[in-house]
């Protein structure tokens, strides 16, 4: 069951949620995808030639560009639907459990959700528990708690999406409210490996892609202006300046006529007009300025150190690479586009909302805000808030192990398999068994003080007649 807040009024599991998308066109895809993002293609962390990948869902590929359907790929015909979804709201119905969307959007255009300049970068690719699994690329926090006593350093990997995830779940209470498996984007469904050893290999293509990604830094993912409607908004072009006319220099003269303005002028007006009279050696003599000296070094003039110091070559400093949220200041203008869409489903978009939290988030204003929202941490376990590293999404990532290995006898070893424990795996009922097996033994122990608890109106331990006599 989906972790709602109130599972007893969450009469539909509805589909619509805010989040980010990821959608590409892709030439081996689908060809009515559109590109939201090109940060990331996705199509390096899947398999379309199935070389690694057996079997699954009808559905196959939902990321990087989609499924072009038959006869290219042979599975359902669909648009990329690549996303990450920071809130589930369900359905636009409250006798549903959901959330009206007239009333979402008017909080989402009051500005009371504090949206930053949306930059990212996957973290992993993993398969789910589910069995057969789910492929999915991850977009967690790194570090999952952030350094809340020092005011310089860095602000973790993804802040942003938990920044916002929170907001909206201190803002918006519903019994359909959830967020499936902060934060990640399904690649694919029930997927089947050939073997173990195409199942390596693929998490390691994987892993190269996730790598050079990290390299590049956060990065945002929509970069063009939108409006609520998530129509591009027109472009307004800037007007170049006027050039204007260079200004004479002291000891040059503007032009008279238009003869010296247009050199090119035919052969027969230069033979007409008068040649000037040179001037005289004493106003020559008299136009003549003599050149500054430089004081440390008389026998050099000032154009000669001026010559000397233009032909140094020029030295340019390099650039560490960061994000360009973090790094710009107050005074540069930056183009933030990189905001929310929201979803009537994974395929169907209806709304964006841009950011209005602007960068730089280095200031210590905007990081006291930035760490008040993240200090708290929702646990889809209790239903409740936790300080941070105390909730659901701080946790281990789920194991790259998809296929099931068969139970051996109890007499032979078997190597640990490392997986996620839920509340209705086998292992948690073998571990129950165990303490319950435990238990009975201690009473068997006791047996000798059952008598005393007789007194008081206790029950006495159940014990065999095997251990009554070797207790004797």
Same mark, same amino acid.
């Given at each position: 069951?989906?972790p709602?807040?109130?599972?007893?009024?969450?009469k539909?599991?509805g589909?619509?949620f805010?989040?980010?998308?990821?959608?590409?066109?892709s030439?081996r895809g689908?060809?009515n995808s @559109?590109?939201h993002?090109?940060?990331f293609?996705?199509?390096e962390?899947?398999?379309r030639?199935y070389?690694?990948i057996? $079997?699954t !869902?009808?559905?196959?590929?939902?990321?990087?560009?989609?499924?072009?359907g038959?006869?290219?790929s042979?599975?359902l015909?669909?648009?990329?639907?690549?996303?990450?979804e &920071?809130m589930?709201?369900g359905?636009y119905?409250?006798?549903?459990g959901?959330?009206?969307?007239e009333?979402?959007?008017?909080?989402?255009k009051s500005?009371?959700? &504090?949206?930053?300049q949306i930059?990212v970068s996957p973290?992993?690719v993993v398969? =789910?528990?589910d069995k057969p699994?789910e %492929?999915?690329?991850?977009f967690d926090m790194?570090?999952?708690?952030p350094?809340?006593?020092?005011a310089?350093?860095? %602000?973790?990997?993804?802040?942003q999406?938990?920044?916002?995830? =929170?907001?909206l779940?201190k803002?918006?209470e519903?019994?359909?409210r #959830?967020?499936?498996g902060?934060?990640h984007s399904?690649?694919l469904?029930?997927a089947?490996f050939?073997?173990e050893?195409?199942?390596?290999?693929y #998490?390691?293509k +994987?892993?190269s892609?996730i790598t050079a990604?990290?390299?590049?830094?956060?990065?945002?993912? !929509?970069?063009?202006?939108r409006?609520?409607d998530c129509k591009p908004l027109?472009v307004?072009?800037k007007?170049k300046?006027?050039e204007?006319?260079?200004h004479p220099?002291?000891?040059?003269?503007?032009?008279?006529n238009?003869?010296?303005e247009?050199p090119?002028q035919?052969?027969?007006?230069? @033979? =007409?007009k008068?040649?000037?009279r040179?001037?005289?050696?004493?106003?020559l003599?008299s136009?003549?300025?003599?050149?500054?000296?430089?004081p440390?070094h008389?026998e050099?003039?000032?154009?000669?150190?001026?010559?000397?110091?233009a032909?140094k070559p020029e030295?340019k400093?390099e650039k560490k690479p960061?994000?360009?949220?973090?790094s710009k200041?107050?005074?540069?203008p930056?183009d933030c586009n990189s905001g %929310?869409? &929201?979803?009537?489903d994974?395929?169907n978009?209806t709304?964006?909302f841009?950011? =209005?939290f &602007?960068?730089p988030?280095n200031?210590?204003?905007k990081?006291k805000i930035?760490?008040?929202? %993240?200090?708290?941490e929702w646990?889809?376990?209790s239903?409740?808030?936790?300080?941070c590293?105390?909730?659901?999404?701080?946790k281990?990532?789920?194991?790259?192990?998809?296929?099931?290995?068969?139970?051996?006898?109890?007499e032979?070893?078997?190597a640990p398999v490392?997986e996620e424990v839920?509340s209705?795996?086998?292992?948690v $009922?073998k571990?129950? !068994?165990l303490?319950?097996d435990?238990?009975?033994?201690?009473n068997v122990? +006791?047996?000798p003080? !059952?008598?005393?608890?007789?007194q008081?109106?206790?029950k006495?331990?159940a014990?065999?007649?095997?251990?009554?006599?070797?207790?004797?």
């Open positions: 069951m989906p709602v807040l109130d599972p007893s009024k969450s539909v599991d589909l619509a805010i989040g980010l998308s990821l959608t590409q066109k030439e689908h060809p @559109e590109t993002q090109t940060a293609d996705l199509n962390v899947i398999d030639d070389e690694f057996m $079997s !869902n009808d559905d196959g590929w939902l990321v990087g560009g989609g499924e072009p038959p006869p290219v042979y599975k015909a669909a648009k990329d639907s690549a996303h990450v &920071l589930r709201i359905t119905r409250k006798d549903w959901g959330l009206p969307k009333e979402f959007v008017d909080v989402m500005g009371d959700i &504090l949206i930053p930059e973290t992993d398969a =789910n528990p699994p %492929l999915e690329i991850r790194e570090p999952e708690i350094t809340f006593d020092d310089d350093a860095p %602000l973790p990997l993804n802040w999406l938990r920044f916002i995830h =929170n907001q779940f803002k918006f519903f019994p359909s #959830f967020c499936p902060a934060f399904t690649i469904r029930k089947e050939r073997s050893e195409h199942q390596a290999k #998490f390691a +994987c892993d892609a990604w990290k390299k590049m830094g956060p990065q945002p993912l !929509n970069t063009v202006a409006g609520l027109p307004e072009k007007e300046p006027k204007h006319a260079p220099k002291p000891h040059e003269h503007p032009p008279q238009k003869s010296e247009s090119e035919p052969p027969h007006h230069k @033979e =007409n008068p040649k000037p040179p001037p005289s050696p004493e106003i003599a136009r003549q300025k003599p050149t500054p000296k430089d440390k008389p050099k003039s000032v154009d000669e150190e001026e010559a000397k110091e032909e030295v400093e960061s994000s360009d949220a973090e200041t107050e005074d540069e930056v %929310l869409w &929201l979803f009537d994974r395929e978009i709304h964006f841009a950011p =209005n &602007l960068p988030y200031t210590p204003e990081r930035i760490l008040d929202v %993240l200090k708290e646990c889809e376990h239903l409740s808030w936790k300080p590293g105390e909730g659901s999404m701080t281990k990532k789920p194991a790259k192990v998809v296929r099931e290995l068969p139970i051996a006898p109890e032979e070893k078997t490392e839920s209705s795996s086998p292992l $009922s571990l129950d !068994n303490v319950g435990v238990l009975n033994h201690v122990c +006791c047996a003080l !059952n008598e005393q608890f007789k008081f109106g206790g006495p331990a014990v065999s007649k095997d251990e009554e006599t070797k207790m004797a």
